[in-house]
């Protein structure tokens, strides 16, 4: 199972290595061009690309600080796909900066991932990621599930630093899922963290180094409620 995005944000502020996180959702996404579709999107925390490395294709990956993810729909940035460009826009150079509408929200296309790269998990293609910031774009069901601490919606990747190693950070997490247990007893009662080496968090960890620029181990860590 996953973790909520309130216990992601407290880990993420009290570990002292490299997480990011993610989680799948439609979008419905219209622009000036074309019929309104529903597109595989998936809200990401702000440095999401930079931990794993992935380089845009064209213009820029967004990149906030914790700091800056913790300010909501304060930044409507969004990534697409090389697919979702070729398909969309007719592949053309000028679809950075254009205005796109998800759930009926401005947003703005600031880059283009590079071709191959649709997120970590090949059995469920993205063609669009959005800062997990803008909690604006959530609508129904999925905004009361990423209000609630005790609902699993995020998996999470951790970089490894070579100087702790794997088992160590797991160690790590297990006592702040202790932590944020005594802390917040009726929503996370019975959490613990699993971890997993990165090359068994994809149905094709051959394809990672296409993508995946800087060195180290990458662990799913999934949320056990």
Same mark, same amino acid.
């Given at each position: 199972?996953?973790?909520?995005?309130?216990?992601?944000?407290?880990?993420?502020?009290?570990?002292?290595? @490299?997480?990011?996180?993610?989680?799948?959702?439609?979008?419905?996404?219209?622009?000036?061009?074309?019929?309104?579709?529903?597109? !595989?999107?998936?809200?990401?925390?702000?440095?999401?690309?930079?931990?794993?490395?992935?380089?845009?294709?064209?213009?820029?990956?967004?990149?906030?600080?914790?700091?800056?993810?913790?300010?909501?729909?304060?930044?409507?940035?969004?990534?697409?796909?090389?697919?979702?460009?070729?398909?969309?826009?007719?592949?053309?150079?000028?679809?950075?900066?254009?205005?796109?509408?998800?759930?009926?929200?401005?947003?703005?296309?600031? @880059?283009?991932? !590079?071709? +191959?790269?649709?997120?970590?998990?090949?059995?469920?293609?993205?063609?669009?990621? /959005?800062?997990?910031?803008?909690?604006?774009?959530?609508? +129904?069901?999925?905004?009361?599930?990423?209000?609630?601490?005790?609902?699993?919606?995020?998996?999470?990747?951790?970089?490894?630093?070579?100087?702790?190693?794997?088992?160590?950070?797991?160690?790590?997490?297990?006592?702040?899922?202790?932590?944020?247990?005594?802390?917040? !007893?009726?929503?996370?009662? +019975?959490?613990?963290?699993?971890?997993?080496?990165?090359?068994?968090?994809?149905?094709?960890?051959?394809?990672?180094?296409?993508?995946?620029?800087? +060195?180290?181990?990458?662990?799913? /860590?999934?949320?056990?409620?």
């Amino acid at each position: 199972q996953q973790t909520s995005l309130k216990n992601y944000e407290d880990l993420r502020d009290a570990v002292p290595f @490299g997480l990011a996180a993610y989680a799948a959702i439609p979008l419905g996404l219209s622009t000036a061009v074309g019929q309104p579709e529903q597109v !595989p999107a998936e809200i990401v925390s702000g440095n999401y690309f930079e931990l794993l490395g992935v380089q845009a294709a064209l213009g820029r990956m967004f990149s906030f600080t914790a700091t800056e993810d913790k300010v909501t729909d304060e930044h409507p940035d969004v990534v697409i796909s090389d697919s979702l460009w070729k398909r969309r826009f007719g592949s053309r150079a000028d679809v950075v900066d254009q205005t796109v509408h998800l759930n009926a929200r401005p947003f703005r296309i600031v @880059g283009v991932a !590079p071709p +191959g790269f649709v997120g970590l998990d090949l059995m469920r293609p993205v063609d669009v990621w /959005v800062p997990s910031l803008n909690k604006a774009v959530l609508t +129904g069901v999925h905004r009361f599930y990423f209000q609630n601490r005790s609902i699993g919606v995020l998996d999470v990747v951790v970089r490894t630093p070579p100087a702790v190693g794997p088992t160590k950070v797991h160690s790590m997490l297990q006592a702040e899922a202790s932590r944020l247990v005594q802390t917040f !007893p009726q929503d996370n009662k +019975g959490l613990s963290f699993a971890t997993r080496p990165f090359s068994q968090a994809r149905t094709n960890p051959v394809q990672r180094d296409a993508w995946v620029r800087a +060195g180290g181990l990458l662990a799913v /860590v999934v949320g056990l409620v």
